[in-house]
């Protein structure tokens, strides 16, 4: 080929290269106009949902408030509770799709664990922001323990510590070098030899455990019950059975729901975890996975929740490498 036409090939494949990295770019920021995401939200049926309140009536007209928020999970009802809490004369609004906590809220693996998830046996190069990481959510579980008095729901919160049990040599010299770095911050976590981790757990096939005695578990279901009492007795508006279809956003935003009624607010909260690329919000930013617990129940006559006492006297939470947690309600298998 001469010289100019390899140049002139190079630069129209070039062009064309560019062209199509543009398209798609600009596909796949209106894909979620053109490509409607279907809405699904499957029901609960977990062992929690068996305690679910009963829903409120769904919205019924038109509204106008200060704050919407989609979504009647932890999140959003927690939301409500401290916009209320905090600013009184905020008209606030939290529309669910289904019943309060069917989500992850209500369906999930009851632990209350201290830090957050990077966190979690994993120390960061910022020790001091480690430090009040575990003295917030310390902090946040005082808080959950002082919820049933105010709320009057029993969600049975228990602190009675969590262990991260260790299967292998490897494990357990992973957990004492972290426990080692967390007590010189002054995060009052311990290591557990084996023997104490099966006086604890009632089985001698842990080599170890990571033991953190300011965490616990509650029932995920009877949590969001409490939630939702405190942010409607702090005034906010819960509707039910009101799956919002689309948002229309501006100085006053517009929320359809699916049954043609309109919500109009100046501020607008998404509070709706995984569901919420189906609002056309995060499109490929979210992957949705299924994740399987298997509870399993004394058929022993009488026996109850007593058998997992009798197995785990200490009723801690105990995650094994995230494939079996072992709490004082169920023993489940994930997959
Ligand atoms: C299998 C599993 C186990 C877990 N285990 C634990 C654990 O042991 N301890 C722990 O602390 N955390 C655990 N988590 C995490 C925890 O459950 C979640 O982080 C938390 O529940 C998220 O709350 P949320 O309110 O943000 O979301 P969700 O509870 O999912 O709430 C979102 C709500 O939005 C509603 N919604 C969505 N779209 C719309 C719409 N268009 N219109 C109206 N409503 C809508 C949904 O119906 C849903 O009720 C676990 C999570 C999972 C999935």
Request: charged share 20%.
């Amino acid at each position: 080929m001469a010289k100019s036409n390899r140049r002139s090939f190079l630069q129209t494949s070039a062009w064309a290269g560019a062209g199509v990295v543009t398209g798609a770019v600009a596909l796949n920021k209106l894909s979620p106009r053109i490509w409607h995401e279907e809405m699904r939200f499957e029901p609960n049926h977990s062992y929690w949902a068996q305690s679910q309140a009963p829903p409120n009536p769904p919205l019924a007209g038109d509204i106008e408030v200060d704050v919407a928020i989609i979504g009647g999970g932890l999140t959003g009802l927690s939301t409500a509770y401290f916009i209320r809490r905090n600013s009184p004369s905020k008209s606030v609004v939290v529309l669910e799709a289904m019943g309060c906590g069917n989500g992850a809220s209500g369906r999930n693996g009851a632990m209350l664990l201290n830090m957050t998830a990077d966190r979690y046996m994993n120390l960061s190069p910022d020790p001091a922001m480690d430090k009040k990481i575990y003295e917030l959510t310390s902090e946040n579980i005082r808080f959950l323990k002082s919820l049933p008095a105010a709320t009057g729901v029993d969600f049975e919160i228990d602190t009675n510590g969590s262990l991260q049990v260790s299967n292998t040599a490897s494990d357990v010299a992973d957990c004492k070098a972290y426990v080692e770095k967390a007590q010189t911050l002054g995060i009052p976590v311990e290591f557990w030899d084996k023997e104490q981790t099966a006086t604890a757990v009632g089985t001698r096939i842990y080599e170890g455990a990571f033991y953190d005695p300011n965490s616990g578990q509650l029932h995920p279901m009877k949590l969001v019950h409490a939630f939702k009492t405190i942010a409607e007795t702090s005034g906010a508006r819960i509707y039910e059975n009101t799956p919002v279809t689309r948002i229309e956003e501006g100085a006053t935003h517009r929320i359809s729901t699916q049954s043609g009624q309109a919500v109009r607010a100046k501020s607008l909260v998404l509070a709706t975890n995984a569901y919420t690329s189906q609002l056309g919000y995060f499109r490929n930013r979210i992957a949705p996975i299924h994740n399987y617990s298997r509870e399993f129940r004394s058929k022993l006559p009488g026996a109850g929740w007593s058998i997992a006492r009798s197995i785990f006297p200490r009723r801690s939470a105990a995650p094994e490498n995230s494939r079996i947690f072992i709490t004082a309600w169920v023993i489940a298998a994930t997959v």
